[in-house]
């Protein structure tokens, strides 16, 4: 929901009013004239108060006397701390309407800081009691204090209601404030009800404006968004920290916060100059001036602010105490010079312990490296899937580092695979590439902790550890993944294997032999009446058990050629590959290893298929006259080699099923197979088959 200006200048171009009634130029002289109306009557409330400082009443006389100061001075110097809170105000809101008068917000914050500045003073007991022709205006002024700043929870920093609730719950809260301001004292003042009503409008009040922005931080806020808010809740929490330090002493008795005495004085300027830090957070965070250095200041506010308080706290606390069990002067200028050294020797630890803590909240772990390692061991040692091991790693890394988003993705993946959120990442982010002993298997995706923030040194150090460990995890899942794939293409193949068979033997072997039984039933019964038929039937009959024997041992040689078992790799290779040479066929040559040593049923029946699949092709396409076959044991591995001096691959040419088939032969015992143009022409086939397993 946009503010009620912006929808204003809608409803009159919807109604007929003139457009320029509402165009910048008009917004920014309304904010004059509203200024100007609101400076007059500031002006001669100023008068009002000056009147009354300068007749004090005899305490205030004293406690100025006692300082050494004039009802005049005391005046002056009052009006002069007003005055310049309201020309903070008025200052910031002027910067901002003239260089953002088309923004909603920035207009609503322009003219609600001309209220605030003029409305709102700390010190208000020495505000001067208003006649009756300035009551209303000062009435209209803290009502729209108080209104806008309920509304400037609840829409700031993108002018609208969040949460959506938030509007029905300002229009429910806005005659009670009307009637607080208005009509004092009435019955249907929540005030003259009791303390308890009060008490339970004001706790509900203050959970809804402190949700409000809460929600929109955690739910709907960009990261501009969210360094907006950070500069308010910076500028606003700096303002009521120094009040109630300065205010403290006289809440506890230990300082009289009296008109006129020395620590009033002191209390009323630190109350003012704390003050100004909200409407000059509310400028930068309108204006996005400087906008992400709010995290730095942040960090250094709360480290020497801390600081500050304990040392001062230890040093009142030793020098009080000591003044008053012993009371002796001179002990306490001795304690005083002993508390003065200790504060010394304790500031730096103390500093850097502190640091470490703030660092701890705002940025994570990054500082204690080995505590994050030690952590994600530890959580790493409860993960028992690969999968789990690197979603462990991006939740590890997020949580501390306090990073909004972290994604694993694996080489090959278009989308992470493993990530903090479900959702789309932020647009700034930071890619880290996976390694594993320098071959890259994936890719590390980290968001920066706000828009225009890098990471320092110290998160790189930490982020760079923990991808290492990462990297290592993701060659493992993938070694993984492979490994179930090739288990699930060995079973695919068994299986089409057997179906194969069952479907051969069902299809072929089977029907043939049900004939052949029913054949020779009929053979048998006419063996007496026609002996002759018989003997042409029996002879029919033998040919087809020939042919029966001839179809079982092509389903034996499909699971194993025999060839292996009667003559061995080599042998059988050469007899295969006989049949084309010659002296005007194909010029075959071997470059053998011999003797082979004895090689597994898997390894053997893979290196033949893998070799006669290659000759094959080669027969086929390659139009070659000579052709080279290579088998050599190397470093434990069976190495095959099938080159011609053929066409060679044409470009873009894709691999066929026959080389897919070599090469998951290969990869089934853990080898690898390529295929590949020669330079001097022609095709080379290379295969690698493991021996590790053999005996």
Request: charged share 15%; aromatic share 10%.
């Amino acid at each position: 929901m946009r503010l009620g200006i912006k929808y204003g200048m809608l409803h009159a171009v919807k109604s007929g009013m003139p457009r320029f009634l509402f165009s910048d130029r008009a917004i920014q002289m309304v904010w004059l004239g509203f200024t100007l109306l609101t400076l007059l009557f500031f002006s001669l409330e100023v008068q009002l108060t000056r009147q009354r400082l300068l007749a004090p009443s005899p305490d205030i006389s004293e406690n100025l006397a006692v300082i050494g100061w004039s009802a005049g001075a005391h005046a002056s110097f009052l009006l002069g701390l007003r005055i310049a809170y309201l020309l903070v105000h008025l200052g910031v809101a002027g910067i901002i309407i003239f260089l953002r008068p088309s923004d909603g917000m920035a207009r609503y914050v322009a003219f609600y800081l001309v209220v605030l500045g003029a409305v709102f003073y700390p010190p208000a007991n020495i505000s001067a009691d208003l006649p009756a022709f300035l009551q209303l205006p000062r009435s209209i002024g803290q009502f729209l204090s108080g209104l806008g700043l309920l509304i400037f929870f609840f829409i700031f920093p993108d002018g609208k209601f969040t949460p959506r609730w938030t509007r029905y719950f300002t229009l429910l809260i806005l005659p009670i404030i009307f009637i607080e301001y208005f009509l004092p004292g009435s019955p249907l003042d929540v005030r003259s009800w009791g303390r308890l009503p009060v008490m339970l409008l004001s706790l509900v009040t203050m959970t809804v404006l402190f949700h409000a922005p809460i929600y929109r931080y955690r739910n709907v806020s960009s990261s501009t968004v969210k360094q907006q808010t950070k500069w308010v809740v910076y500028g606003t929490s700096i303002a009521l920290l120094g009040y109630f330090l300065v205010a403290l002493p006289a809440a506890f008795g230990f300082m009289p916060l009296e008109t006129g005495a020395a620590y009033g004085i002191f209390a009323f300027t630190g109350m003012m100059l704390f003050f100004m830090a909200i409407p000059l957070s509310i400028g930068i965070a309108v204006l996005r001036f400087r906008l992400w250095e709010i995290d730095p200041i942040i960090n250094r506010t709360l480290v020497y602010g801390a600081l500050s308080f304990l040392t001062i706290l230890f040093y009142v606390l030793t020098v009080g105490g000591f003044a008053y069990f012993i009371g002796n002067a001179q002990t306490n200028l001795i304690v005083s010079f002993i508390a003065t050294g200790i504060v010394a020797i304790i500031f730096e630890p103390l500093r850097q312990r502190l640091q470490r803590g703030v660092n701890r909240l705002m940025y994570g772990e990054r500082d204690d490296p080995a505590t994050v390692l030690t952590q994600l061991s530890q959580r790493l040692d409860s993960a028992l899937a690969p999968e789990s091991v690197l979603q462990t790693i991006v939740e590890t890394l997020a949580q501390t580092l306090k990073l909004p988003y972290a994604a694993i993705s694996l080489f090959g993946d278009e989308k992470p695979r493993f990530a903090t959120h479900p959702s789309l990442p932020p647009s700034e982010l930071l890619h880290l590439p996976l390694t594993y002993q320098t071959e890259r298997v994936g890719e590390l995706t980290l968001a920066l902790r706000a828009a225009g923030e890098s990471f320092s040194p110290a998160d790189m150090k930490l982020i760079h550890l923990i991808a290492q460990q990462a990297g290592v995890a993701a060659y493992t899942l993938r070694l993984n993944n492979d490994l179930q794939k090739s288990r699930e293409r060995l079973v695919t193949a068994q299986e089409e294997e057997r179906r194969r068979l069952r479907r051969d033997l069902h299809d072929g072997v089977g029907p043939t032999l049900a004939s052949l039984s029913q054949r020779i039933d009929t053979a048998a019964e006419l063996v007496d009446s026609a002996p002759e038929k018989s003997k042409q039937l029996l002879k029919e009959l033998k040919g087809q058990v020939k042919e029966s024997v001839a179809e079982i041992r092509r389903l034996v040689y499909a699971l194993r050629p025999p060839v292996l078992d009667e003559f061995g790799l080599v042998s059988a290779i050469r007899e295969h590959t006989a049949q084309y040479s010659g002296p005007n066929g194909l010029q075959v040559t071997f470059d053998v290893s011999e003797p082979l040593p004895a090689l597994s049923a898997a390894v053997e029946v893979a290196a033949y298929r893998i070799i006669l699949e290659a000759f094959t092709n080669l027969i086929r396409y390659s139009q070659a006259t000579a052709c080279r076959i290579r088998i050599r044991i190397e470093n434990r591995n069976l190495l095959l080699e099938v080159s011609d001096n053929g066409n060679g691959l044409p470009k873009g040419n894709r691999a066929g099923v026959g080389f897919h088939s070599m090469r998951e032969r290969a990869e089934e015992l853990g080898g690898e197979c390529a295929i590949e143009n020669n330079n001097a022409g022609g095709v080379t086939v290379r295969a690698r088959l493991p021996l590790n397993n053999q005996t």
